[in-house]
């Protein structure tokens, strides 16, 4: 890749889509940076469940959002994880991917002053360039001006049976019909939130990855960026 030609890869696309995982090979493998934003509006409701805020009270969550502290550093601990994930001081880079967080996640994330203050912290990180930004909304609302935008999507069903199978492997005790269940709802209610619902840009390339392992999006998605970088 031509360095100066691409300053924004965004990557969206609903639960369990692929896009962590392809955001983190491309950055690693043309050295942007990398930032998963779905851990900043998982950040934001555990910090909520760790002071009992109740989730119905928009402004105490907000109020949250605003002030919390959060941190995204490398890796300390080879224990799979991607970064360390700092929140008021305390490592909670596992904590964030509890059940009970998943649950409440899409309610945090659909209000307006909790989706202000992040999409303020990831649009000060992008200034700095060289970034592949993963989440719902980046294409669409953080970063329209994004050069490459990526949607990736697979049926919902192909999508619980990975999340069951990286839950399994970490040890969690889940079934597949919980999984399933709870992916169903999150879809519904992140598409159809009143602002920044999950949907593709006019200009994303859409990746359908129901036929394709990991490896297949990541060859494909680099013909993209190449093709871009050649026009
Ligand atoms: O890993 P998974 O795809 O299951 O979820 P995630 O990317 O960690 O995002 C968790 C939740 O945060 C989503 O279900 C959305 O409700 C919210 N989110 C969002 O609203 N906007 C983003 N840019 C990223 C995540």
């Not at 929140?87 to 994330?109: C, M, P």
């Not at 989440?135 to 609302?141: A, F, H, L, S």
């Not at 192909?158 to 999340?163: G, N, S, V, Y």
Request: glycine letters at 4%; proline letters at 2%; hydrophobic letters at 40%.
């Amino acid at each position: 890749m031509k360095k100066n030609l691409i300053s924004t890869i965004a990557v969206d696309g609903p639960a369990a889509s692929g896009k962590s995982t392809l955001g983190e090979h491309l950055a690693k493998t043309f050295n942007y940076t990398y930032l998963d934003t779905g851990v900043m509006y998982r950040a934001v409701t555990l910090a909520a469940l760790n002071q009992s805020i109740d989730f119905d009270d928009e402004d105490r969550v907000s109020e949250i959002a605003e002030s919390m502290e959060l941190d995204v550093r490398r890796p300390s601990i080879n224990d799979g994880r991607s970064n360390d994930i700092i929140l008021d001081g305390q490592d909670v880079t596992w904590a964030i991917r509890s059940a009970e967080v998943e649950r409440n996640v899409s309610k945090v994330s659909a209000y307006q002053r909790v989706r202000t203050a992040m999409t303020e912290q990831q649009r000060r990180i992008a200034k700095r360039g060289r970034i592949v930004m993963v989440g719902r909304d980046i294409g669409t609302v953080v970063l329209p001006e994004a050069e490459i935008k990526l949607y990736l999507e697979a049926s919902v069903e192909e999508r619980a049976h990975r999340r069951y199978l990286e839950l399994i492997n970490r040890g969690k005790a889940v079934t597949f019909e919980e999984i399933l269940s709870d992916m169903v709802r999150r879809d519904q209610f992140d598409s159809t939130r009143a602002i920044a619902p999950l949907r593709p840009a006019e200009d994303a390339i859409i990746i359908n990855s129901d036929h394709m392992n990991a490896d297949q999006v990541y060859e494909y998605s680099c013909k993209i960026i190449s093709a871009h970088c050649s026009n």
